[in-house]
């Protein structure tokens, strides 16, 4: 029982300390992020000086990327009704997304995604995915052509095309770009849109001149700034790929390449770009043709960070055409949608997208039970209870064996004790003769490790699931928790909102967190107070502990625990009774307030 008892104290400690990180290191950076909108959102309309963007082979001494002149550099920011005013536009308007695309390079640098709000009031602002360049949040996609001597003027970042089709660009409607050079090459864009987040930009070349041209594609996303929310260890957040037919995951940070650029060995297949928490923009080159893939950072007044591909030179003969097709998805990194994405369009490993983590076969079948059951009730609250008792069933047999040895284990302490009265401060004989009993009575003193052990995994991806799926964003449960992917809005300290006063955030221990500390006080008081001092003092005070620590924990993690913690005790109970052992929680509760005996002198 002891050794049990020391294993789940250790148990604790470890996850303990993942808490205290959290809570010590994670919620001062949000209450850091916090200031740093609001100082962006007070800085709005103030000029700055914005880099302008850098061009696929821009970058220190590789060479691999030709230059791309036309950059366009911008003079000062400008507001974004401003920057978007400024040039010609071809308005987009589907059921995910409204914006426009800028003939000026035909980039899409003007992108909001109409199903998304900034925060859970409906009448917030919509998500601003793009905006143009010459912003202080310029972030955009674009492809292009890298000029060279054989075509002339090819179309890149200054290219001014020509709407020849389409008046707007929707589900069902399609808009075509013209553009001719100096010596006759016709560039002829098709852009199409599908329900969602998956544009399609498709090129038809046409070399109505008399000798051969050479065409470099290029592809890129570049953003000026970081995203305002500060990085944590449980997602990533920066460049990602997957490039060649490997279908290895390339993920690099920000300050990663900051330090030092990535080039990637030539490839054939994959897609490239930059990822948020919950949004994205990457490019799926075209399929066919070798390429070469990149991740930069550029200085120079404002920073600006860049994913771009550079592709194998492709010849096109006199009175002949060709046709190159990229794909660029750009919006919300819905779980079903992405995985969609990857069969219908053939994106190798597009579902990576999405940053599982370790245990990702674990957390993506976690999640898919969790929008099985979500689809069934409507509420991700309630689908993750559901879950939680689904988990809790095949586990089942795990705990069986966990609460069967404990009850094992209670059933020899007398005899224990007798062993240790026998053998005193024999510690080596004590040890051979405990184990002597234990083959005995044929108990297994570790067996209930095991289950703890195993379900450690199952509590770090449900985390993962609830903090990284934008399933969870904004998602409500019942009452006052309006989002399960933020912590609890109440607290104790004002009598969850009846005193008229803000609580510090360190003190915002709200209803559900106190709901986990009960539950957890109770299952620890399942068991007797250890007669050592120091475990005695760990298991009394765990309880309030953890109370502060989840506090800053995503509201549905909280409601799982306090879930969890109350299947526990019942599941213990029951089968710890079923074994002939005596349930300890009553008995332990009504020992907290009896009166000590007063020491003999």
Not at 298 to 316: H, P
Request: net charge neutral.
């Amino acid at each position: 029982m002891e050794k049990n008892r020391n294993y789940f104290i250790a148990i604790a400690l470890s996850v303990l300390i993942v808490l205290a990180w959290q809570f010590l290191y994670m919620n001062p950076r949000m209450e850091a992020q916090r200031r740093a909108e609001e100082a962006s959102r007070a800085l709005q309309g103030e000029s700055a000086q914005p880099v302008s963007p850098e061009s696929p082979g821009a970058q220190s001494g590789s060479g691999v990327l030709g230059n791309l002149p036309g950059a366009n550099p911008a003079t000062a920011a400008l507001s974004r009704d401003q920057a978007l005013a400024r040039s010609q536009r071809v308005q987009i308007e589907t059921p995910a997304l409204i914006g426009s695309i800028n003939l000026t390079g035909a980039r899409f640098d003007d992108l909001k995604l109409r199903e998304y709000r900034e925060t859970v009031d409906e009448k917030s602002p919509i998500i601003t995915l793009f905006s143009p360049s010459d912003t202080t949040d310029g972030y955009f996609t674009e492809v292009g052509y890298i000029p060279n001597e054989t075509i002339g003027t090819a179309p890149g970042t200054g290219t001014q095309w020509t709407l020849a089709s389409g008046g707007k660009l929707t589900q069902q409607t399609p808009v075509t770009l013209t553009f001719t050079n100096e010596k006759g090459v016709t560039f002829t864009r098709t852009v199409s849109v599908d329900d969602h987040y998956m544009l399609t930009v498709a090129d038809k070349i046409d070399n109505k001149t008399a000798a051969p041209v050479t065409l470099t594609p290029y592809g890129r996303v570049i953003r000026n700034n970081k995203p305002a929310t500060p990085a944590v260890w449980v997602i990533h957040e920066g460049f990602i790929g997957v490039m060649g037919e490997s279908g290895s995951l390339n993920e690099h940070t920000y300050a990663n390449i900051e330090k030092e650029q990535y080039t990637n060995e030539k490839a054939k297949t994959g897609w490239l770009g930059i990822t948020d928490k919950y949004w994205a923009a990457t490019i799926v080159p075209p399929q066919t043709l070798p390429y070469v893939a990149r991740f930069s950072h550029f200085t120079g007044g404002q920073a600006s960070y860049q994913a771009d591909y550079k592709g194998d030179d492709l010849t096109v003969q006199p009175g002949q055409s060709t046709e190159i097709k990229n794909l660029v998805f750009a919006g919300a990194k819905e779980v079903p949608l992405v995985s969609r994405y990857e069969t219908e369009f053939g994106v190798p490993q597009f579902n990576r997208l999405i940053d599982w983590g370790w245990f990702y076969f674990i957390t993506k079948p976690m999640f898919q039970l969790m929008d099985f059951f979500f689809r069934h009730v409507g509420n991700f609250g309630v689908a993750i209870l559901l879950t939680t008792i689904v988990v809790k069933t095949l586990f089942f047999p795990l705990a069986s064996k966990q609460y069967a040895s404990m009850a094992n284990m209670k059933r020899m302490q007398p005899k224990m004790e007798e062993l240790k009265a026998k053998f005193g401060d024999d510690r080596m004989a004590l040890q051979q003769a405990t184990m002597a009993l234990y083959k005995e009575e044929k108990i297994n003193p570790i067996a209930g490790c095991w289950p703890v052990v195993l379900q450690i995994p199952i509590f770090f991806s449900l985390y993962k699931v609830i903090y990284v799926t934008i399933e969870m964003r904004h998602a409500p449960f019942f009452g006052w928790i309006q989002d399960l992917s933020a912590p609890d809005p109440t607290s104790l300290f004002n009598l969850f909102g009846l005193l008229p006063y803000d609580v510090p955030h360190a003190l915002m221990i709200g209803v559900w967190p106190l709901v986990m500390g009960v539950t957890m006080f109770l299952q620890m008081r399942m068991n007797p107070t250890p007669p050592d001092p120091t475990q005695a003092m760990i298991f009394t005070w765990m309880p309030l502990v953890f109370t502060f620590m989840l506090s800053s924990f995503p509201a549905g993690l909280v409601i799982y625990w306090a879930w969890n913690n109350t299947l526990s005790v019942t599941q213990q109970a029951i089968i710890m009774k079923r074994h002939g052992a005596k349930v300890e929680l009553f008995d332990n509760l009504k020992g907290l307030f009896r009166r000590k005996p007063a020491p003999t002198k």
